[in-house]
């Protein structure tokens, strides 16, 4: 049979090491401390208010940018937690996940030839979403084992065909954050080298130990060059549901809007009802995500207190790095497929979110499990 000959656009990219462990942990029966969701359930007044919204016929085609009734609650969130305004009609975007905001987002305002400088390692649709849109990612490693930004070296990185920068805090995989002073210093290159500039904050209620989370939203110049996304799968334990959004002067939204209404053009109207009216009577349970998390994240360092784990710091998210050298000597991906199968417990390798695969010894395991699941793996690991 002859073919039409296919050039990929994406040769290098496969299965995600997501898929791979999560598969490789269903297929030995390990406990799934890898991909990133949590193994409980929403509460049940979010579900109840979904129901509500389908019950009442709420289930055709929602306006392109979002429900004004949801728009309306983001921008009262994000004026009560960040003093900042943002227009629900013409600066809000309602997206089917923070993926497709990204990817909508680099898409809108990328031109080919031109750069993106990207931190990493990094969340894995970056690299992919520049290269289609035929930009150039200029790569910069954060500072190991701090995880912080060398924005010496971001500055050096910038040349006249810099067009955006990517920045992600709290940090997916390594749960650092960023300060007011590393905020303070992109506000500066951003405005010097004219560059626009995507914040994904999709972790954004999930930061420890009394810290602030410095959203892009609190720096007003900084906020009028930027694209700031997040998502509320994340903070409201629905995943699945893909509904993420984002903010941005009306400018960027215009352009970002071009984009998004042929992406996906809208999003679930019944779980936009219901999330809208969760944020309106239920927000104090959003808000208190950190120390939800937070008590997660302290169980699960108290339960591998004594093992041969070394924890790196976690400031945010809800991942937790754990260097294993004491353990193994074998690369962290071949080391995460041991784990998975001979220990039954399954992690993913820090070396994948690095586009060179730089390895430096440290898996990330999810901590956003029950108490039970948490126990029981931390048996297994401190038996190493």
Not at 69 to 90: C, F, H, W
Not at 254 to 275: D, L, M, W
Request: charged share 20%; net charge negative; aromatic share 10%.
């Amino acid at each position: 049979m002859n073919t039409t000959p296919i050039r990929s656009k994406l040769p290098n990219v496969g299965t995600t090491v997501f898929t791979v462990m999560s598969g490789l942990a269903a297929e030995t029966g390990a406990i799934n401390l890898s991909q990133g969701f949590p193994d409980f359930d929403c509460d049940p007044k979010l579900t109840e208010a979904v129901a509500d919204a389908m019950r009442n016929a709420k289930n055709q085609y929602a306006p392109m940018a979002g429900l004004m009734y949801l728009r309306e609650q983001i921008a009262q969130m994000v004026k009560n937690v960040y003093g900042a305004t943002y227009d629900p009609v013409s600066e809000i975007t309602v997206c089917s996940g923070a993926t497709e905001a990204l990817l909508s987002g680099i898409f809108a305002v990328l031109h080919p030839g031109e750069e993106a400088i990207v931190l990493e390692p990094a969340y894995d649709s970056y690299l992919p979403a520049i290269k289609l849109a035929g930009g150039v990612p200029i790569r910069i490693p954060l500072q190991f084992p701090e995880y912080k930004v060398d924005w010496e070296r971001v500055a050096n990185s910038i040349s006249p065909n810099t067009k955006l920068i990517l920045v992600n805090s709290p940090h997916n995989p390594t749960g650092s954050v960023l300060s007011a002073e590393d905020l303070q210093t992109l506000e500066a290159l951003a405005e010097k080298h004219n560059l626009i500039v995507i914040g994904d904050e999709v972790y954004e209620h999930m930061i420890y130990d009394g810290l602030r989370h410095e959203s892009i939203c609190r720096y007003p110049s900084l906020a009028k060059r930027s694209m700031v996304i997040s998502s509320f799968g994340k903070s409201m334990h629905v995943t699945g549901w893909k509904v993420g959004y984002c903010l941005a002067p009306k400018e960027l939204s215009t352009e970002f809007r071009k984009v998004h209404q042929f992406a996906t053009f809208s999003t679930s109207t019944p779980f936009q009802y219901g999330i809208a009216h969760y944020l309106e009577h239920e927000f104090d349970k959003v808000a208190g995500l950190s120390d939800f998390y937070q008590e997660k994240r302290d169980l699960f360092l108290k339960l591998m207190e004594g093992s041969k784990f070394e924890p790196l710091p976690c400031k945010g998210t809800y991942f937790q790095l754990m260097r294993y050298d004491q353990v193994s000597d074998l690369g962290d991906y071949e080391f995460s497929k041991w784990l998975t199968r001979e220990k039954g417990v399954a992690c993913i390798p820090v070396s994948v979110f690095y586009e060179d695969k730089q390895d430096n010894g440290v898996v990330r395991f999810c901590f956003a499990k029950t108490a039970v699941v948490l126990e029981a793996a931390c048996e297994r690991l401190q038996k190493l």
